[in-house]
């Protein structure tokens, strides 16, 4: 069964940073742009990060840009999330999601992750991610 495995959610200490990984079973990572999305308890999920099949573009919540990034090697078949200066906010359920039709280069953000949230081909199970002291 093809899937999307995510890992690399902990427990960190505001100010700390952590290292997200979404990995593909079954199929190559290559041909699909990559979503990461979160969703905090009793909240709507909400998108953070995307970037194109070729890793050329990427988009940015406002809420995690300058400390969030987002990267793909191709060649391990596998996506990054790096996370620094996190808050007790980013605390949430972290998912990836792989999707062949992606977003357009001209889009905004929020257009970009909507798109790529509704033509998702495959979602992960999520990994947690607790920020505190």
């Known amino acids: 069964q093809l899937q999307l495995v995510e890992s690399g959610g902990d427990l960190v200490q505001p100010g700390g940073s952590l290292r997200l990984s979404c990995a593909a079973s079954?199929?190559?990572?290559?041909?699909?742009?990559i979503g990461w999305f979160r969703q905090a308890p009793g909240k709507e999920r909400e998108g953070v990060a995307c970037i194109k099949h070729k890793g050329n573009i990427t988009k940015y919540a406002d809420s995690v840009k300058g400390r969030f990034t987002i990267s793909r090697d191709n060649a391990k078949n596998a996506v990054y999330l790096e996370m620094n200066s996190l808050r007790p906010e980013d605390t949430a359920v972290y998912y990836c999601?792989?999707?062949?039709?992606?977003?357009?280069?001209?889009?905004?953000?929020?257009?970009?992750?909507?798109?790529?949230?509704?033509?998702?081909?495959?979602w992960g199970q999520g990994t947690q991610v607790t920020v505190s002291s």
């Open positions: 999601a792989a999707s062949q039709l992606g977003f357009g280069e001209s889009m905004t953000s929020v257009q970009a992750l909507y798109l790529m949230a509704r033509a998702a081909d495959y």
């Open positions: 079954e199929f190559i990572l290559n041909s699909y742009s």
